[in-house]
């Protein structure tokens, strides 16, 4: 027998497709001219392909070598004939099937049937996998591990499977799942390592050498990987641990496709679906993760497209690919990206941008471990009137990129502080790393003692920036629902709805308190002013002073007095851009009474050196169909008698303007109206107000037309039907209001060449 056994293991039992000549040389095989679909062959995986087991394998071989130094089992162990029925010594090891017998392999084999035996277990190569490439989850072995320990040595449920050697074969080429055997030998080394007694080593012992097997008979390469994925599928009832996974799947059908493309060139998804179809065993199944769709048949084209999507967008980036496999190593089944059509959505709704899917995968994940996300399925994504779990987790990131940018740069928190932040909420990582971990006990860990010596205004920020961005908990997920349901973007959702808005008041007083401090400080010492330091000039806002970036922080910060002077001239211009809302103010009195509070609006016209212009945009028609994504439909006549009365009782007194100021200007922007009297009549000079009513004024009015060239109408953005396109007029109506002292300079428009405009 040991004879024998040592001539089955002296050369390789390939399938016929991979089978080498002894005496010719191997040859490429030639790739056929026409696509054949059922072309028998598989190749190899391109050498630049991504591995995910090779610490699993690592682990594996390890193991071995263990096993190998124990006395019991010996350095030869893999190498050792399996144990007969009835061992010639009465206290030597008996097995439990009849042990492998040559001849009637040989007989099954030329018979055309199967062989059932016991063999080594290590005989079948545990370092090979049928489906490599594909990733092996650990967390699976591990429980198929502790279910055989807990049953104890005994011979084993599952049986290996292995394709009948040829007579001058060396090796005996397995065709079952891996997993099956890793456990085994995982678990003989873990009942090793805990100081199992000998007799219960020599019980895994038998285990080991006699082994349930069964040989077939297997022709080529893809009828082995056929048989292998059909084993899994047979086994999904009842061993859960072996069954492929949604980031298995996807990674077995890319590969699968990849290696079949060596032989029948490109594949397209109908090809491989029909292909899967036919070799197949069709089982009924659901997709874990609470998906409604059957996401793991890979007979439909459709689920095929999504593998392939989700593979080359999402799983081909180190940094999805690690989130992604993490949760299903840890979580298996219950990941919240189980679903492959799930992972496709989620890349459609990210645009296929690597930022936006790291962001949504990294929060949904966090926020998974935290016990806090409930219901991630697809149609709680960003379906209308459900959780909307995708479209909230980016709204935050929205959220978090203007607190982290614009937010910042406008307010005079401290510049430590604010690279502190930045550190701080830079990713998901960074927040966990350095603020909030996700396990209680390791907060003890984190070291937060820079927060010690933050003025109150920063602290108020680092909460701001954790409840609407990076807080585990829900309190706060149906005001962002709200706002995306109306449209806002991420600061107006910030600066509109509570408890955000009155988070940002809070800030803002703050810093106006602390800046308060500073300049009574400076007060107090008694000292005089240097003479490069620029008055305190009030914000007519009522905010305190703002610096437009930290590259104006250094410029203040730095020692020329040129580059001071010009930091403070640019935060003085900044505390002067204001806004003020017509909305909420009912009458033009009200509207007034707001803009007085602003200097910009209290200047004496008189004494202006320059053009003080005031622009009513209407909302011209063409900018409306050519643009639609940043304009409206024309404003309403009563909103603009409203500002127009406004501006004027607030900078005269009167809402009917009668005189301007030399270098005052009124300009409105109106190609969307036909009827150009309204605001004619309220200065009482301009097209439909005749020339009696206008005497003794010193207003001039011109109305001007842009005409635009064609090349600058079809390179703008035409969001809109070819019949609306159609009916556009290239041209634009601006009628001028001012004084006849004012000076208005004259120069060539890019869309108007050779044209002098205003």
């Known amino acids: 027998m040991h004879a024998a056994l040592a001539e089955l293991k002296c050369k390789d039992s390939l399938p016929e497709d991979k089978a080498v000549s002894p005496t010719m040389p191997p040859s490429k095989k030639a790739i056929p001219a026409k696509k054949d679909i059922d072309a028998p062959g598989l190749g190899d995986l391109p050498p630049s392909s991504f591995d995910p087991n090779i610490e699993h394998f690592k682990m594996i071989e390890a193991s071995i070598n263990e096993i190998k ?88 449920e599952d049986r290996l499977e292995f394709v009948f050697p040829g007579p001058a074969d060396m090796r005996w080429r397995r065709c079952s799942p891996e997993e099956q055997q890793h456990a085994v030998i995982m678990a003989v080394h873990e009942a090793i390592l805990t100081g199992a007694p000998d007799s219960q080593l020599l019980e895994w012992k038998r285990v080991l050498l006699s082994c349930p097997a069964n040989f077939v008979h297997l022709a080529t390469e893809q009828e082995v990987y056929f048989y292998t994925t059909n084993k899994r599928f047979k086994a999904e009832a009842d061993h859960r641990a072996i069954t492929h996974k949604t980031t298995q799947m996807i990674f077995d059908v890319w590969n699968f496709k990849v290696r079949k493309e060596v032989y029948t060139g490109a594949l397209s998804a109908d090809d491989v679906a029909t292909l899967y179809g036919k070799n197949l065993i069709q089982v009924n199944r659901r997709s874990g993760g609470g998906n409604s769709q059957d996401d793991k048949d890979r007979t439909k084209p459709g689920t095929i497209k999504a593998c392939i999507h989700v593979y080359e967008k999402m799983l081909t980036h180190e940094a999805l690919r690690q989130i992604v496999l993490a949760a299903e190593q840890d979580f298996l089944d219950s990941s919240p990206f189980a679903g492959v059509y799930k992972l496709q959505e989620m890349c459609r709704l990210c645009k296929d941008n690597v930022s936006k ?13 935290a016990g806090t996300l409930h219901d991630f399925s697809l149609r709680n994504l960003a379906t209308a009137g459900t959780k909307q779990h995708a479209l909230v987790l980016l709204k935050q990131r929205e959220m978090k990129i203007w607190l982290l940018g614009p937010f910042l740069d406008a307010r005079n928190i401290l510049s430590e502080c604010k690279s502190k932040l930045r550190e701080v909420f830079a990713s998901r990582d960074s927040f966990m790393k350095l603020l909030r971990p996700v396990e209680e006990e390791e907060q003890e860990n984190i070291d937060v003692s820079w927060q010690a010596t933050w003025p109150k205004s920063a602290l108020l920020t680092l909460e701001l920036l954790e409840i609407s961005s990076f807080s585990v908990d829900t309190n706060e997920e ?91 001239a640019k935060r003085i211009m900044s505390s002067y851009l204001v806004l003020e809302s017509e909305e909420d103010k009912k009458t033009s009195g009200a509207l007034a009474s707001a803009l007085k509070k602003h200097k910009l609006v209290q200047v004496d016209t ?74 004619s009549k309220l200065i009482g000079v301009g097209p439909g107000v005749g020339r009696s009513k206008s005497r003794g004024s010193n207003i001039m009015w011109r109305e001007i037309t842009a005409t635009f060239t064609p090349e600058s109408v079809q390179t703008r953005r035409v969001r809109t039907s070819r019949k609306a396109l159609a009916s556009l007029k290239c041209s634009q109506k601006m009628f001028w209001w001012f004084d006849a002292g004012t000076d208005i300079p004259v120069k060539a428009h890019k869309h108007c060449q050779g044209q002098a405009v205003h």
């Open 357 to 369: 899917l790291e962001w949504l995968l990294g929060a949904a994940y966090h926020r998974f471990r």
């Open 606 to 679: 008189a004494s202006m050196s320059g053009n003080l212009i005031i622009a009513l945009d209407v909302n011209a028609w063409g900018e409306a169909i050519t643009a639609p994504h940043i304009r409206r439909p024309p404003i309403q006549q009563a909103i603009l008698k409203k500002i127009f009365e406004a501006i004027g009782l607030a900078r005269r007194g009167v809402s009917a303007w009668t005189t301007m100021a030399p270098g005052e200007i009124v300009i409105c922007l109106n190609g969307g109206r036909t009827n150009n009297s309204f605001l």
């Open 69 to 156: 130094a124990h006395p019991l089992f010996g350095p030869h162990i893999d190498q050792m004939d399996p144990l007969p029925l009835v061992p010639a010594d009465k206290d030597d090891l008996a097995g439990f099937l009849a042990p492998l017998d040559r001849e009637q392999m040989k007989l099954s084999r030329e018979s055309g049937s199967e062989y059932f035996c016991g063999v080594n277990l290590l005989w079948g190569n545990p370092l090979e996998s049928i489906t490599p490439g594909v990733p092996i989850m650990a967390k699976a072995v591990a429980d198929l591990v502790q279910r055989l320990l807990k049953r104890g040595p005994k011979i084993l």
């Open 478 to 568: 149906s005001t962002v629902r709200l706002g995306i349901k109306h449209g806002k973007s991420g600061q107006e959702l910030l600066e509109e709805y509570s408890p955000f808005k009155e988070k940002i008041q809070e800030i803002d007083a703050c810093l106006k308190e602390e800046l308060k401090a500073i300049n009574d400080a400076s007060k107090s010492q008694g000292g005089d002013s240097e003479p490069d330091q620029p008055p305190n000039i009030p914000n007519p806002s009522g905010a305190g002073p703002s610096r437009t970036s930290d590259m104006d922080e250094a410029m203040a910060e730095g020692m020329d007095l040129e580059s001071k002077r010009l930091a403070h």
